[in-house]
C-alpha cells in the first residue's frame, strides 16, 4: 500500500461527497431523523433505552452500506477505477482510501446520532458516552467496508438494492434486534454468533446497559476485525469496471 495514493483517494472522495449535498444529508442527517422517529413510536423512555441502543446499530449501518457501495459500483460504471489503475494507484490504496473517506464521516455521523440519541431523545446511558460513540463508528465501519466488498458482485444499482435481502437483513434479523437471542432456536442462534452484525448490536447494548467497559471493546475488536477482513476481501474482488 502506498500511503501517498491512499491519501489521494481519501482526499478524492471527501472532495466529491462534499460537492453532493444529498449524499450529506443522507449520511449525517438521515439516521438521526429515523432514531428520533422510532422514539417518537414508542413515545416511552423507557421503552426507547430499552431498543436505541439497537437502532443505533442497524440504521447507520444500513445506510453506509448503501451510499458505499453505490459510490464504488458508480467508479466502474463511469470507467474512472479503469482509468485510475492505469496510474500506480493499486487496488488495496483505492479500497482503503474509500473506506478512510467513508471512516471521517463515520465519526461525524456517529457523534451527530449518538448525541440526538441521547441529549434530545432521552436514550438512558449508563456507562460511557465515548463507549458509545466508539461502537457507532466501528459499527458504520463495517457498513462502509461490507458495501465495498458487495459492490464489486453489483453490475447496477438496482443490484446493490437486492444485495441487502443476502447480506443485511438476515443480520438484522438474527442480530438481536427484534427478538432476544436467547430465545432463538439453537440452530439460528449459532448462526447468529457469527454475523458481524450482532457484535455491533451487542456491543451498544453493553455500552448503553452496563459499566463494563471490557465487554464492549471485546465486541468492538470482533466488529472491527471484521471490517478488516471485507475490506482485504473487496481489495481482491474489486473490478476495474462493470461490463
Same mark, same amino acid.
Given at each position: 500500500?502506498?500511503?501517498?495514493?491512499? &491519501?489521494?483517494?481519501?482526499?478524492?472522495?471527501?472532495?466529491?461527497?462534499?460537492?453532493?449535498?444529498?449524499?450529506v444529508?443522507?449520511?449525517?442527517?438521515?439516521?438521526?431523523l429515523?432514531i428520533g422517529?422510532?422514539a +417518537?413510536?414508542?413515545?416511552d423512555?423507557?421503552?426507547?433505552?430499552a431498543?436505541?441502543? =439497537?437502532?443505533l446499530?442497524?440504521?447507520?449501518f444500513?445506510?453506509?452500506f448503501?451510499i458505499t457501495?453505490?459510490?464504488?459500483?458508480?467508479?466502474?460504471?463511469?470507467?474512472?477505477l479503469?482509468r485510475l489503475?492505469?496510474?500506480?494507484?493499486?487496488?488495496? =490504496?483505492?479500497?482503503?482510501?474509500?473506506?478512510?473517506?467513508?471512516g471521517?464521516?463515520?465519526v461525524?455521523?456517529s457523534?451527530?446520532a449518538v448525541?440526538?440519541? *441521547? +441529549?434530545?431523545?432521552?436514550?438512558s446511558?449508563?456507562?460511557?458516552?465515548w463507549?458509545l *460513540?466508539l461502537?457507532a463508528?466501528?459499527?458504520?465501519?463495517?457498513g462502509?467496508?461490507?458495501?465495498?466488498f458487495?459492490?464489486?458482485?453489483?453490475?447496477?444499482?438496482?443490484? *446493490?438494492?437486492q444485495?441487502?435481502p443476502?447480506?443485511?437483513f438476515?443480520q438484522?434479523?438474527?442480530?438481536g434486534?427484534?427478538?432476544?437471542? =436467547?430465545?432463538?432456536p439453537d440452530?439460528?442462534r449459532?448462526?447468529? =454468533? +457469527?454475523?458481524?452484525?450482532?457484535?455491533?448490536?451487542?456491543a451498544?447494548q453493553?455500552? %448503553?446497559?452496563?459499566?463494563?467497559?471490557?465487554s464492549v471493546?471485546?465486541?468492538v %475488536?470482533?466488529v472491527? &476485525?471484521w471490517?478488516?477482513a471485507f475490506? %482485504?476481501l473487496?481489495?481482491?474482488t474489486?473490478?476495474?469496471?462493470?461490463?
Amino acid at each position: 500500500m502506498n500511503p501517498r495514493l491512499t &491519501a489521494a483517494t481519501t482526499r478524492r472522495v471527501l472532495e466529491q461527497i462534499r460537492h453532493d449535498p444529498r449524499t450529506v444529508g443522507l449520511l449525517l442527517v438521515v439516521p438521526s431523523l429515523l432514531i428520533g422517529l422510532m422514539a +417518537w413510536i414508542f413515545n416511552d423512555g423507557r421503552l426507547f433505552s430499552a431498543v436505541g441502543p =439497537d437502532l443505533l446499530g442497524l440504521f447507520p449501518f444500513i445506510i453506509m452500506f448503501l451510499i458505499t457501495s453505490i459510490t464504488t459500483l458508480r467508479e466502474r460504471r463511469s470507467g474512472t477505477l479503469e482509468r485510475l489503475m492505469t496510474t500506480p494507484l493499486g487496488r488495496f =490504496d483505492f479500497i482503503v482510501g474509500y473506506a478512510i473517506a467513508f471512516g471521517l464521516l463515520a465519526v461525524v455521523q456517529s457523534l451527530i446520532a449518538v448525541g440526538f440519541a *441521547v +441529549w434530545v431523545c432521552g436514550l438512558s446511558v449508563q456507562g460511557n458516552a465515548w463507549l458509545l *460513540v466508539l461502537v457507532a463508528v466501528a459499527n458504520a465501519l463495517l457498513g462502509t467496508t461490507l458495501g465495498l466488498f458487495a459492490s464489486a458482485f453489483a453490475a447496477t444499482e438496482f443490484q *446493490v438494492v437486492q444485495f441487502m435481502p443476502l447480506l443485511v437483513f438476515p443480520q438484522a434479523l438474527l442480530g438481536g434486534i427484534f427478538v432476544p437471542r =436467547d430465545r432463538m432456536p439453537d440452530v439460528l442462534r449459532a448462526i447468529s =454468533d +457469527w454475523l458481524p452484525l450482532t457484535h455491533a448490536i451487542e456491543a451498544f447494548q453493553h455500552a %448503553a446497559g452496563t459499566t463494563d467497559s471490557g465487554s464492549v471493546l471485546r465486541e468492538v %475488536a470482533v466488529v472491527l &476485525a471484521w471490517a478488516v477482513a471485507f475490506t %482485504a476481501l473487496g481489495s481482491v474482488t474489486l473490478r476495474r469496471r462493470t461490463a
